[in-house]
């Protein structure tokens, strides 16, 4: 964990996503939380992972994302060096689908 973000107000950030419960709860938090383009932006990413899981091209994934290869490249670095917290979702994901 990047001990950088470990403060207070991330924790509180953390706890009050953790109490969401529906998808229009998320819509109405996140709509006040960010700008539009800011969760375009983390949307992006997520779908570029998921994508970057299925083994697909960075062609591929730039062409139905719209994400610039230095944006692939950065979430490819997550993916493979990061905290593992892509997988956790994806597992849980994946879970909850079953």
């Known amino acids: 964990m ?4 470990k403060t207070e107000a991330v924790d509180s ?8 419960k529906t998808r229009e709860e998320c819509y109405s938090f996140f709509e006040d939380l960010c700008t539009v383009n800011e969760l ?27 994400a610039s290869t230095a944006t692939i490249s950065r979430v490819n670095r997550s ?11 994806f597992g849980r994901m994946e879970n ?3």
């Open 13 to 20: 950030l953390f706890d009050a996503v953790l109490c969401l």
């Open 79 to 89: 993916l493979n060096y990061g905290n593992d917290g892509y997988d956790l979702v």
């Open 96 to 98: 909850k689908a079953d």
């Open 40 to 66: 375009l932006s983390l949307s992006q990413r997520f779908e570029v992972a998921a994508m970057l899981k299925n083994k697909k091209t960075y062609l591929e994934i730039a062409e139905k994302t719209g």
């Open 2 to 5: 990047n001990k950088k973000i």
